[in-house]
């Protein structure tokens, strides 16, 4: 099976409930069109870059090593740093052998079958950078408005100056201009001239938008009739070019959104240890990562008891091994971790003996409406210790509003309107791309093809294991919920007893 075009359109921050008839028209077409996946899942954390580095490399955190939005690694910052911006990725390919990612991208596995490949990015420059990091290195095609502030807006070289000089740059992450532009790069010139066999085409809103004005807001909803209008006009041009009847398009997100009403004393927890200068804490709004000195095990177990006390904590994950010479131990297929009352960091695919945290903690979540009539109310760890902001949303963390995402397969090579109920999760977007292609996974790809979903197969939905884990350590309590599919874990939610 080998297809003429497919196109992939990660849409940040978008929720499954925000396809609508009215306010998404042409999303909501290819929703009931195509194959629509009810249960699909971010990777957790549920964080934009995580996502990127999942969706490029059809794995998981554990094994990509982009384990949050924002990350400490000795080498590249002496404090946590952002991986919003492409210039820390590359520092990480610095101190990391060369590469950002150390397993091979789908992006490398076309190029290596000779499958033109273009990325292309209104989003952060490390967000778009993920898409396709050896970009800088040969592989494929990738555009971003705002590389190097401007001065650059693609890779390879050649088609950075025919863009600058045809489109001008345009400040990445700049929202609804930045994908204004991006879009118009895509119609115009990459599809009619570049003539490439797979995109994966980043659309940066409504993620900004929510952030600042939450979910169902006013703002949110004008913003998504913007991308969904962006999303007809892709269609129109694809019907110009002939190509509307041979072209599969994939629609997910990275990731979904929560409302963020109250936050959590994390620094009055990491405070409480006595040993604060030893703790580094890696932020992403839902969820935090922290560091502790040398692996130091008894640091470790202090920070998680203040964490199990501190009010608005929700899960706690260590790895089940305790640190060993001050080094981070990693075994699979633990699910509790060495401290009383934490799950294990493996459980969730988080463990790295590189790169790789000593804990994370998630925050306490609600079913509850925001002021929108969105449900998934999400605390969250902040200096900012007022309550209830007006329109603060975010995500990253255990809320299932925030790990459900969308995904519709439509086109020549999917069923039609279809509802496939088996979970799925963005690692297995790339295998089911390269499947689609003629092209085998390299064998770092951990996701599965969604072979349920193509046209040419009549296969079953495969079968499904649900499970949920409990972990006691005195009053406090949590559980987390996973489905799995053969060896392959989704996590569904997680939260504290009722």
Request: hydrophobic share 40%.
């Given at each position: ?6 196109i992939i359109?990660v849409?940040d ?12 028209p042409?999303?909501?077409r ?10 699909s ?8 870059r ?17 384990i949050?939005?924002?990350m ?16 820390n ?9 060369g ?8 992006a ?8 033109p490949f ?33 001065r650059r ?11 600058q000089?045809?489109?001008?740059a345009?400040k ?6 930045s ?17 490439p066999?797979v995109?994966?085409d980043w ?14 807001s ?15 006009l892709l ?20 990731h ?25 804490a ?11 000195k040398d692996h ?7 920070l ?13 994950f260590t790895t089940?091994?305790?640190p060993?010479?001050a080094e ?43 002021a ?11 200096t ?14 255990l809320?299932?509003f ?5 995904l519709v ?13 088996t ?22 790809m ?5 072979a ?23 009053s406090?309590c ?10 392959r874990?989704y996590?569904?939610q997680?939260?504290?007893c009722?």
């Amino acid at each position: 099976m080998k297809v003429a075009l497919l196109i992939i359109l990660v849409i940040d921050g978008f929720r499954p409930d925000s396809i609508s008839s009215d306010i998404t028209p042409n999303l909501f077409r290819l929703k009931n069109e195509g194959v629509w996946c009810d249960n699909s899942h971010s990777v957790f954390p549920t964080v934009t870059r995580v996502n990127s580095a999942s969706i490029a490399t059809g794995t998981v955190p554990s094994v990509h090593g982009i384990i949050s939005n924002s990350m400490y690694v000795e080498g590249v910052a002496a404090k946590p740093f952002d991986t919003a911006d492409y210039k820390n990725l590359m520092k990480l390919a610095e101190v990391s052998g060369g590469r950002t990612l150390p397993v091979t991208t789908m992006a490398e596995a076309l190029q290596a079958a000779g499958i033109p490949f273009v990325g292309i990015s209104s989003g952060s420059t490390g967000g778009g950078f993920l898409i396709n990091p050896m970009a800088p290195s040969g592989t494929g095609v990738l555009i971003n408005g705002g590389f190097e502030d401007g001065r650059r807006v693609a890779y390879p070289d050649k088609i950075d100056r025919v863009i600058q000089q045809r489109f001008g740059a345009v400040k990445s992450g700049e929202g609804i201009p930045s994908l204004l532009w991006a879009e118009r790069v895509l119609r115009e010139y990459v599809l009619p001239e570049l003539h490439p066999r797979v995109i994966v085409d980043w659309l940066t809103e409504p993620d900004d938008t929510q952030h600042k004005f939450g979910v169902g807001s006013p703002e949110a909803l004008a913003v998504l009739k913007t991308m969904d209008q962006q999303v007809g006009l892709l269609m129109v041009r694809l019907r110009e070019l002939g190509l509307d009847n041979t072209a599969d398009i994939i629609v997910t997100a990275d990731h979904g959104f929560g409302g963020e009403p109250d936050p959590v004393d994390l620094n009055g927890a990491i405070q409480a240890t006595g040993k604060a200068a030893g703790v580094i804490a890696a932020n992403n709004g839902a969820s935090t990562l922290l560091y502790a000195k040398d692996h130091d095990p008894e640091l470790i177990r202090g920070l998680v008891s203040q964490l199990q006390k501190t009010d608005g904590v929700d899960l706690v994950f260590t790895t089940s091994q305790q640190p060993k010479r001050a080094e981070v131990q990693c075994q699979p297929g633990r699910d509790l971790g060495w401290v009383p009352g934490t799950f294990s960091l493996e459980l969730i695919d988080e463990c790295r003996p590189s790169r790789g945290a000593d804990v994370i903690v998630t925050y306490q979540w609600t079913s509850d409406q925001n002021a929108f009539g969105f449900p998934g109310l999400q605390r969250i760890a902040t200096t900012n210790m007022q309550h209830n902001v007006a329109g603060r949303s975010g995500h990253g963390g255990l809320n299932p509003f925030m790990i459900h995402t969308p995904l519709v397969l439509w086109g020549p090579d999917f069923k039609h309107q279809t509802v496939v109920h088996t979970p799925t999760a963005n690692f297995d977007i790339a295998p089911t791309v390269l499947a689609l292609e003629g092209v085998k996974a390299p064998a770092s790809m951990s996701g599965r093809v969604i072979a349920e979903a193509f046209a040419k197969r009549s296969q079953e939905e495969p079968k499904v294991h649900r499970r949920s884990v409990e972990t006691r350590a005195g009053s406090y309590c949590a559980t987390i919920q996973l489905s799995i599919i053969d060896h392959r874990t989704y996590v569904d939610q997680g939260e504290r007893c009722r």
